[in-house]
């Protein structure tokens, strides 16, 4: 499995949807790749924060945070 194979494949490996022999190629990458466990971790991160980002719908969302951000959030939650 390349780098950009395992990115093609991460929502897959996280949901746990991959077929045996894809999921133990993509694990294999892993321990050959530091690079790509990075990436995995980075991306864990970012769906955890993004998930507790928007728990609750009354906080007040941070200045900081881009208009197109918020709304691209909530038009996403919408859609489900």
């Not at 530091?34 to 007040?60: F, H, I, M, Q, S």
């Given at each position: 499995?390349?780098?950009?194979?395992?990115i093609d494949?991460?929502?897959?490996?996280?949901?746990?949807?991959?077929?045996?022999?894809?999921?133990a190629?993509?694990?294999?990458?892993?321990?050959?790749?530091?690079?790509c466990?990075?990436?995995?971790r980075?991306?864990e991160?970012?769906?955890?924060?993004?998930?507790?980002?928007?728990?609750?719908?009354?906080?007040?969302?941070?200045?900081?945070?881009p208009d197109?951000?918020?709304?691209a959030?909530l038009?996403?939650?919408?859609k489900?």
């Amino acid at each position: 499995m390349t780098c950009r194979e395992l990115i093609d494949f991460l929502m897959d490996y996280r949901a746990g949807a991959l077929p045996e022999a894809q999921c133990a190629s993509f694990e294999a990458h892993l321990e050959l790749c530091p690079p790509c466990v990075d990436y995995l971790r980075t991306y864990e991160e970012t769906v955890r924060l993004g998930k507790g980002a928007c728990n609750n719908p009354d906080d007040a969302v941070s200045e900081e945070v881009p208009d197109e951000l918020v709304q691209a959030i909530l038009s996403a939650r919408a859609k489900r």
